[in-house]
């Protein structure tokens, strides 16, 4: 049987210190019960000290969660540890984060001491912590840079003083991953104490590694792993949540297995992502919107013929919709042949696939990428007949300080209707507009606006995602008109399912 990982996110603290993700209490508060859902082990819910947004925020994900530990971050210091104690009073399972930089890079030039001082430090610190409660975990801040040696002999003194969880970051990602595992392997063999304590690594991704550090720590002995949803994290962020946990869940011959629930691993990356103002990258591993799509020939073929050929991880098991074949000029006939018959386009009788294949090719060379109404048009087909809603017109108004009106006309399985709605701004109103005509039972998961060249004439590209009946429907649109994109987008989601 596989042994236990232990899952430490810590996406609402190192996460939420990235560049321009910053969250209001009530959005961490929605954060954290999503990871206690995934089933997260330990929530790092923020670093008190820091402010009093972050000591509310501890303190309020401490009443809401119960079933994952909370835990809040300190510096080595009384006044620290006094906060954290205060911000998780609430915490149904509590644990206090304490630590201190051990490389020569933060002895010398931050504290400017010696290492006799940090070790000093640091036992004065965690014995602190322990009186008032029963988890203490001590990172050595650095230790990827820090001498092996200092760093087995802190981490000794740390767990006589009552650390019963012992972090080893890369805090700047610049191990290599052998090198890192070797690290581990090394406390392992030197620290008296080692097998009583949980040995944790919590590693950065400057260099691309950090998922791969994380591994190598878990090969050598390591059995929690820092992480963040997204891996969104200081600077180049941490190893992200849902590449190790499939990891481990693809490979088996490691041994080691998390808790965490992997069918809401794309529901919760769209939550971060949509509250953090951060979208995820189209080719991020897991959780990306190209994740599971495919848009060479070769692959498409291989895809329809048996999905295993391109795909190792059934997209179902992390909650993505299932494999997407995306219709660019490196399609084959067998993708084009599959979206016709998805629209119920007839492709065995009248409609000849060989010219519509040579028009497809001539588009998708200029267009790059080619909508559904596309595909419609250039087999001859009505678009208003093959699909269930089309806009007929559409009109919005704007000004400066007033918000936004929309008119909206559809034609929804052949009948005309019409509405008028106001709203923040014309893509709002013209939504707004829309889900009178359609229903309102839908929401906007993931809206991302691209633009193609760059000029003010450009042509802009709109990818949505939207949620209806537990179901995400992805929708594009393209317009140099960014309103009608993104409308057509929303459209193109709903058309999906309606
Ligand atoms: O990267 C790091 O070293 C940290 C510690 C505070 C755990 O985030
Ligand atoms: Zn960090």
């Not at 200081?234 to 297995?257: F, K, P, Q, W, Y």
């Not at 299932?322 to 599959?338: C, E, F």
């Not at 060989?354 to 419609?376: P, Q």
Request: charged content about 25%; some cysteine; hydrophobic content about 40%.
């Amino acid at each position: 049987m596989a042994e236990y990982l232990y899952i430490f996110d810590t996406t609402l603290r190192d996460g939420e210190q990235s560049a321009g993700c910053q969250l209001s209490t009530v959005e961490k508060i929605r954060i954290a019960k999503a990871l206690e859902k995934l089933g997260v082990d330990v929530i790092e819910a923020g670093f008190p000290a820091s402010s009093p947004g972050d000591f509310n925020s501890v303190v309020e994900v401490s009443k809401a969660v119960s079933e994952s530990v909370v835990c809040a971050l300190t510096r080595c210091n009384k006044d620290d540890i006094d906060l954290a104690v205060k911000a998780l009073q609430f915490a149904k399972k509590k644990r206090i984060q304490t630590g201190i930089g051990t490389s020569d890079y933060h002895i010398n030039y931050k504290f400017g001491t010696t290492r006799e001082n940090i070790l000093k430090t640091a036992v004065e610190c965690t014995a602190y912590a322990k009186q008032f409660v029963d988890e203490v975990e001590f990172y050595c801040e650095d230790a990827g840079r820090t001498d092996n040696a200092f760093l087995a002999q802190i981490v000794e003194a740390v767990i006589k003083a009552g650390a019963s969880i012992i972090n080893i970051p890369d805090t700047t990602g610049y191990c290599l991953p052998e090198e890192f595992g070797a690290k581990i392997k090394y406390l392992k063999d030197n620290v008296k104490g080692i097998d009583n304590v949980l040995i944790s690594v919590h590693c950065h991704n400057d260099l691309g590694m950090a998922t791969a550090l994380a591994l190598a720590g878990v090969e050598n002995g390591a059995r929690q792993v820092e992480c963040t949803i997204n891996g969104v994290g200081e600077r180049a962020g941490n190893t992200a949540l849902e590449e190790i946990c499939m990891i481990l869940r693809c490979h088996s011959e490691v041994g080691v297995d998390t808790g965490i629930r992997t069918k809401y691993l794309v529901e919760t990356s769209r939550l971060v992502s949509n509250l953090m103002n951060n979208p995820v990258q189209a080719n991020k591993a897991i959780v990306g919107r190209n994740a599971f799509s495919h848009s060479s020939g070769i692959h498409q073929d291989g895809v329809i013929k048996n999905r295993e050929t391109y795909e190792i991880i059934n997209p179902k098991d992390v909650g993505a919709d299932k494999s997407q074949l995306v219709l660019t000029a490196r399609s084959g006939r067998a993708a084009l042949k599959s979206r016709l018959r998805k629209l119920g386009i007839d492709v065995s009788n009248d409609i000849n696939v060989d010219g519509i294949y040579a028009k497809f090719i001539r588009l998708a060379d200029s267009n790059r990428e080619i909508t559904d109404n596309d595909i419609i048009a250039i087999s001859g087909q009505d678009v208003k007949k093959v699909r269930p809603v089309t806009i007929l017109r559409h009109n919005v108004s704007s000004a400066l300080g007033e918000g936004a009106k929309a008119y909206l006309k559809l034609l929804i399985k052949g009948e005309e209707k019409e509405a008028e709605a106001t709203g923040n701004g014309p893509v709002d109103a013209s939504i707004k507009a829309l889900k009178k005509l359609v229903g309102d039972k839908m929401t906007l998961q993931e809206f991302t606006i691209q633009s193609m060249n760059r000029g003010s004439d450009d042509i802009g590209k709109v990818y949505m995602q939207v949620l209806y009946n537990n179901n995400l429907y992805y929708g594009f649109g393209a317009s140099s008109d960014i309103v009608l994109a993104s409308l057509s987008a929303y459209i193109d989601a709903v058309n999906q399912f309606i």
